[in-house]
């Protein structure tokens, strides 16, 4: 789905300044896995009359939540916006600390797991037969909702590998073939700009630490690797961080391509106009951009990422959901049940692809001709969504998030982003997040390595 706007607020503001230490010591132990249920239980549980809350931010899902209550009439599930993306976790944080409130499922983007892992809140989905539906999911998918003791924390909603979208016009009119290697792309950079100094190759919006981390991902990085509640490496200006830093900084100063924050009214305006001949983004940006950008309808195409390494391909991902279950519901068996059904039902993974117009994680929904062979006019009439299940394929499993995102995206947006809009050294700028985000996690009673 659609990306949030990760300037997040300090992690623990919204949880009444809750130390992280306080959680890392009430959480320290492993609480194992818990005995499966039965079939008998499950019949049982989904024969009885009850009430679930489900806290979505998904517009019109009650058509999906019908589908499980046609199902199983004695279930009644309320669906609740309580926010998209920050306030509903503002409110979640809350809820969990007062000990009410908390909704049975919850919408939680995949970067979000570890932050409410961290903290014990998230049941463990094993006991109620998730593990059977790992195939079911394009692979990458099950590596984000996999804990490090094979827990299984969510279950997969919708994707947003990445891919470039570019303006096949302005190609034609310079002469620029879709790059393949990130070398042609910064050659393409030079060319296209001082062929035209009112138009850039692309814009690196230096407020979206999501799409940085996309592209680290892409590149192989392992900026957070947790072996333990209290023991993570963090490597932001490692090697291969500092490859992207020198690369995406270089062209900034160039001034080769733009920087401004993405999803106001001049970015709209500026991909309206022809400022700006690609988009980086992800597999939901093709009917976003459908949506905001009308002016240029049938201009646009799209491509995989170029690759540091064009004999072996790659990518990272942007966005995407889960369904989670709150480990405080009363009722967790047909809470895991709903959120097994609403992400592996034929109908209701369908509708989402179709009427919310999520990019799908289920290989079901990839490999349907409807889906996989829609060629919408806006693109030309070429298969898009085939384009980005292919891209897909190339995303590594391996990625891992922090349990203290909202802090790791302030401080990338106050020294790399802000490298990449004052045109300053970007590297210097990571080694300066990653002591920030050391620092932090030291402070919260993290056990630190990594470089």
């Not at 592209?215 to 392992?222: D, I, M, P, R, S």
């Not at 989402?352 to 006019?377: C, I, M, N, R, S």
Request: charged residues 15%; proline residues 6%; neutral net charge.
């Amino acid at each position: 789905m659609s990306p949030q706007p990760l300037n997040r607020r300090s992690f623990f503001a919204a949880a009444g300044a809750v130390s992280l230490g306080a959680a890392l010591a009430a959480c320290g132990g492993d609480t194992g896995s818990a005995q499966s249920v039965s079939q008998s239980d499950v019949d049982k549980a989904l024969s009885t009359p009850t009430e679930l809350t489900f806290w979505t931010w998904l517009p019109n899902v009650d058509r999906e939540v019908a589908l499980f209550q046609k199902k199983y009439p004695a279930i009644k599930v309320n669906v609740v916006n309580a926010g998209q993306g920050t306030p509903q976790y503002t409110k979640l944080r809350t809820a969990l600390q007062a000990g009410a409130g908390a909704p049975d499922m919850v919408q939680i983007e995949y970067q979000y797991i570890p932050t409410f892992t961290i903290t014990d809140s998230l049941l463990d989905l094993r006991p109620y037969g998730a593990a059977a539906l790992k195939s079911q999911f394009v692979d990458w998918t099950w590596g984000q909702v996999t804990g490090a003791g094979g827990e299984i924390w969510a279950m997969p909603q919708d994707t947003g590998p990445m891919g470039l979208l570019y303006r096949q016009d302005i190609f034609d009119q310079h002469g620029i073939t879709v790059p393949k290697t990130w070398d042609e792309f910064a050659d393409a950079a030079h060319k296209l700009h001082a062929a035209d100094p009112n138009v850039y190759l692309t814009n690196l919006a230096a407020n979206q630490a999501a799409a940085w981390h996309g592209l680290l991902w892409q590149a192989g990085a392992k900026p957070y690797v947790s072996t333990g509640k209290s023991d993570i490496a963090i490597s932001v200006s490692d090697n291969i961080s500092k490859r992207l830093g020198s690369y995406w900084g270089g062209l900034a100063r160039d001034g080769v391509i733009g920087t401004e924050p993405d999803f106001t009214d001049a970015w709209y305006s500026a991909l309206n106009n022809g400022k700006y001949a690609t988009w980086i983004t992800a597999a939901w940006g093709p009917v976003f951009l459908s949506g905001s950008a009308k002016a240029t309808a049938g201009k646009w195409r799209a491509a995989p990422l170029p690759q540091w390494d064009a004999g072996s391909p790659h990518s990272g991902n942007w966005g995407g959901s889960t369904t989670a279950v709150i480990k405080t519901t009363k009722n967790p068996i047909v809470a895991a049940m709903f959120a097994k059904f609403l992400n592996t039902d034929p109908a209701s993974t369908k509708m989402f692809a179709t009427e919310q117009f999520l990019f799908p994680a289920t290989k079901a929904v990839l490999a349907d001709p409807a889906f996989a062979g829609d060629k919408p006019a806006f693109y030309g009439g070429q298969a898009v969504n085939q384009v980005f299940a292919d891209i897909g394929n190339t995303v590594s499993s391996s990625f891992q998030w922090p349990p203290f995102l909202d802090q790791v995206v302030t401080d990338w947006t106050e020294t790399v982003g802000k490298s990449l809009a004052d045109k300053t050294d970007t590297v210097a700028a990571l080694d300066q997040w990653q002591s920030r985000i050391t620092a932090f996690a030291k402070n919260q009673g993290f056990t630190v390595g990594g470089k």
